[in-house]
C-alpha cells in the first residue's frame, strides 16, 4: 500500500521562511568570516612617521581646497566697496562715515588672508611635539585604517605604575564614505574627510610600487573624489 504525503500551505510557507532564515544566517557568517580575514590581512600595511613640514604643507593644500575660493569672494565684495567708498571720499573729503566704512573694508579683506596664516602657525606649533609619533596605514578591499602606535616605553611605564596602558582606537575609512577624498601631491598623499579632519601618508615610507597600488585604489574607488594634483613622475 502506498502513501501520499503532502505538506499544507502554512507547512511549506514555514518552511520558506526558514530557508530564507537559514540563507540570511549563511550569508551574515560568510560576511562576519571575510571581516575578520580582512581585518588580520589587509592588502597593504604601512608603517610611517609625519614631518611638521609635511603637515604644513597638508594645511595649506586643505586651505586651498575649502577655504580660498570663499576668501577670494570675501575680498571682492569687500573690494567693490572699498572702491565705492573711495569715490564717495573723492567727492566729500569731509565725510567721517566714508572714511571709516573705508578703513573697515581695507581690515576686513586683511583679516580674511592673516587668518589662515595665522590658524595655521598656530597648528604647526602645537603639532611640533608629535613629529616622533609613529602610525600604520592598512589598505583592505573596501576601506582603509590609520593607527596611532602606543611607545612601548609608555606601554611599560603603565603597566609599572599600575594603570591601564593607553588605547587609540584605528581611525576606520570607508571607501563609501561622504566627504571622504584624497589629494595626490608629489611627495605625499593628503586624506580628506569633509573639512573636518586631514591626514598624511608621506610617499618617503612607501615604496614605488606602494605608491602605484594606492593611486589605482583611490581611483577606482573615488573616482572624481580623488585628485592628482601635481604631475607625477
Do not use: H
Not at 52 to 71: D, G
Request: proline share 4%; hydrophobic share 40%.
Amino acid at each position: 500500500m502506498k502513501y501520499k504525503i503532502s505538506m499544507s500551505k502554512e507547512t511549506k510557507a514555514e518552511k520558506s521562511t526558514l530557508d530564507k532564515q537559514l540563507n540570511e544566517l549563511r550569508k551574515e557568517t560568510a560576511e562576519e568570516i571575510n571581516e575578520s580575514f580582512e581585518e588580520v590581512n589587509p592588502n597593504l600595511s604601512v608603517s610611517y612617521d609625519i614631518k611638521n613640514t609635511e603637515e604644513e604643507e597638508a594645511f595649506i593644500a586643505y586651505q586651498k581646497k575649502y577655504i580660498l575660493k570663499s576668501n577670494v569672494l570675501k575680498t571682492v565684495a569687500f573690494g567693490i566697496l572699498a572702491i565705492l567708498f573711495i569715490y564717495q571720499i573723492v567727492n566729500a573729503p569731509d565725510n567721517f562715515a566714508s572714511w571709516l566704512c573705508f578703513v573697515v573694508c581695507l581690515a576686513v579683506i586683511f583679516i580674511v588672508w592673516y587668518n589662515p596664516i595665522k590658524i595655521r602657525k598656530t597648528l604647526m606649533q602645537s603639532l611640533k611635539p608629535l613629529e616622533d609619533d609613529r602610525y600604520i596605514f592598512k589598505l583592505y578591499e573596501n576601506k582603509f585604517s590609520i593607527e596611532t602606535v602606543i611607545p612601548q616605553e609608555e606601554i611599560d611605564e603603565a603597566i609599572k605604575e599600575g594603570e591601564e596602558p593607553i588605547k587609540i582606537p584605528p581611525r576606520v575609512f570607508d571607501f563609501s564614505d561622504t566627504g571622504l577624498s584624497v589629494m595626490e601631491k608629489k611627495d605625499m598623499f593628503i586624506i580628506f574627510l569633509k573639512k573636518e579632519s586631514i591626514y598624511v601618508l608621506p610617499k618617503r615610507c612607501l615604496t614605488e610600487s606602494e605608491i602605484k597600488e594606492l593611486r589605482y585604489v583611490f581611483d577606482q574607488k573615488l573616482g572624481d573624489d580623488f585628485e592628482l594634483e601635481e604631475l607625477v613622475q
